[in-house]
Nanobody, 121 residues
Framework: QVRLVESGGGLVQAGGSLRLSCAAS????????MGWYRQAPGKQRELVAV???????NYADSVKGRFTISRDNAENTVYLQMNSLKPEDTAVYYC???????????????WGQGTQVTVSS
């Protein structure tokens, strides 16, 4: 079993900052990628940012220059620093991990429960 513990969501005014964190634990041999997705009411879940084990990052165009993803590989933790927040960033943010349970195993996909981020205008 894998466990993802998310924290850092909340209510902030436009222009403010929040930092999300997500710690993975459990039956993990290696992690291929960790990232953040978000889902606003009435919309599909979308990628926010992801970082691979090799250090490559990918961001949604809407957050480039404002959000920064980082990882602590030793702690299997991923962070999302969100600056210059806008009301349209309001959503439930979900942590995602792509991991293996063994050296030659299948790559599994696991989601956190989500943390609410609300940006007021």
């Amino acid at each position: 079993q894998v466990r993802l513990v998310e924290s850092g969501g909340g209510l902030v005014q436009a222009g403010g900052s929040l930092r999300l964190s997500c710690a993975a634990s459990g039956s993990i041999f290696s992690i291929n990628a960790m990232g953040w997705y978000r889902q606003a009411p009435g919309k599909q879940r979308e990628l926010v940012a992801v970082e691979t084990s090799g250090g490559s990052t990918n961001y949604a165009d809407s957050v480039k220059g404002r959000f920064t993803i980082s990882r602590d590989n030793a702690e299997n933790t991923v962070y999302l620093q969100m600056n210059s927040l806008k009301p349209e960033d309001t959503a439930v943010y979900y942590c995602n991990v792509k991991y293996r349970r063994s050296s030659s195993g299948f790559t599994w996909d696991y989601w956190g429960q989500g943390t609410q981020v609300t940006v007021s205008s």
